[in-house]
């Protein structure tokens, strides 16, 4: 069973992400993770991923290739989250994986409006050591800037500074809402709620993968 998990930034598609592939046992492949990894030794890409703008489409498309033919050859059973975000990702990830026999089944989109966006977006902090996101309002660490899991400083992303923040939302508009509108066109597309509370959403987004098994 291979997923696909889009959402506007901070629509909870990261924290709903790594529920999933935990309860389900599928490889979460989450694209932004890839490009934040790589901005680390590039500073191009670091330009890009900090001011909020998108890593070229196929460009993206070949680190997730390259990427899935080292850690997971067989692609079966993937969780993607955040790709594809353009048609001609779409088209590159199903082509690749119906070369190996297997297809894309569901598209599930978490939608969120703008406002809630900027809202959750002020209060997300990131552990700078080990990566683990907290949001200072839904889901607080249990000591102050200091991470839960390994001690790590909290730190707010580079690209979840105010200034960034409206050119993500545009950016996901004008692209993926494209492959969104494609995805509808094609009967493809599973349009889910994410302003609700976590759990909720969970339990929902739970249900419907259940129908696909
Ligand atoms: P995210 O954590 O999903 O919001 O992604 C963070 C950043 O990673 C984005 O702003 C882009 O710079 C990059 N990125 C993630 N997914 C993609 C994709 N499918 N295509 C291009 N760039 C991406």
């Known amino acids: 069973m291979n997923i696909v998990l889009l959402g506007a930034p901070a629509s909870g598609k990261g924290t709903q992400a ?18 934040r990894e790589l901005a680390k030794k590039d500073e191009r890409i670091k330009e890009i991923v900090d001011s909020g703008k998108l890593v070229p489409e196929n460009e993206m498309s070949m680190y997730v290739m390259d990427l899935l033919k080292d850690e997971k050859p067989e ?6 989250e955040g790709f594809p975000r353009f048609i001609s990702q779409y088209e590159a990830l ?12 569901a598209v599930i989109s978490l939608e969120i409006s703008k406002e809630e966006v900027v809202r959750r ?3 997300r902090v990131i552990c700078s050591k080990c990566g683990e996101v907290f949001n200072l309002v839904t889901n607080p660490p249990k000591e102050k800037g200091v991470c839960d899991k390994c001690g790590g400083e909290l730190i707010q992303r580079d690209d979840d ?7 993500r939302f545009e950016y996901y508009k004008n692209n993926t809402e494209k492959l969104m509108e494609y995805l509808d066109s094609h009967k493809k597309l599973e349009r889910v709620d994410g302003n609700r509370p976590i759990d909720v959403i969970f339990e929902d987004l739970s249900k419907f993968i259940e129908t696909l098994k």
Not at 75 to 80: E, Q, R, V
Not at 161 to 167: A, D, L, M, Q, T
């Open 94 to 105: 199903e082509r690749f994986l119906k070369n190996k026999g297997d297809d894309i089944d």
């Open 121 to 123: 977006i002020s209060s």
């Open 18 to 35: 790594e529920m999933l592939s935990k309860k389900f046992n599928l490889y979460h492949l989450q694209t932004g993770g890839i490009a």
């Open 161 to 167: 500074k105010p200034e960034s923040v409206e050119e």
């Open 75 to 80: 692609m079966k059973d993937i969780l993607f």
